[in-house]
């Protein structure tokens, strides 16, 4: 690998998310005020618990979102850095910084509705989900362990990127460095 490659955050992308979930937030407060209004008024009634239950998961997940968009539209770090040592991600609330090449066993790709995640299939799936010092970053890391094989995604949601040049950008990196390593073995044999 010759050069390091920098993504930038996007803070468009990032106001965008900020924005978006203050809005889910606010619907989220309105389900929890007026509960009844919803149960009755949808196509198939639903109980006022139900309603309630569904403002509490907007509110506390959006405002988690939110909270991490702000902090990250004042974030003057590079959200991506690819180079000979690995992947530096500062992109997600679930970032943990460096993964290195060496740790790195495959790259995969999950789906959530319609929103795509590169997995970074690691070695030691234990000690990256040690380096998160939060508890929500820590569980939000678990559950891509247990659901994808990996606690490591990075997503294009922040980054000024889409997700088919993200994609083919670390596939393209992680190629070159296995087939470093197997040239560089095969120097060592002889």
Known sequence: MNKEIIIPLSKTKILLLFIGSIAFVIFGIWFLNDPEKFAAGSYRPKSSEFIQIIGIVAVIF????????FKKLFDKKN??????????????GTSVGLVKWSDIIGIGIAQVHSQKFIMLEVSNPEYY??????KIGKMAMRANYDKFGSPISISANSLKTNFSELQAIIEKQFEKYNAGKTHHNNVYKK
């Open 79 to 92: 959200g991506l850095v690819i180079d000979d040592n690995g992947i530096t991600d500062n992109s997600s």
């Open 62 to 69: 959006f405002g988690i979102c939110g909270i991490f968009a």
């Open 129 to 134: 989900i040690g380096l998160k010092k939060n």
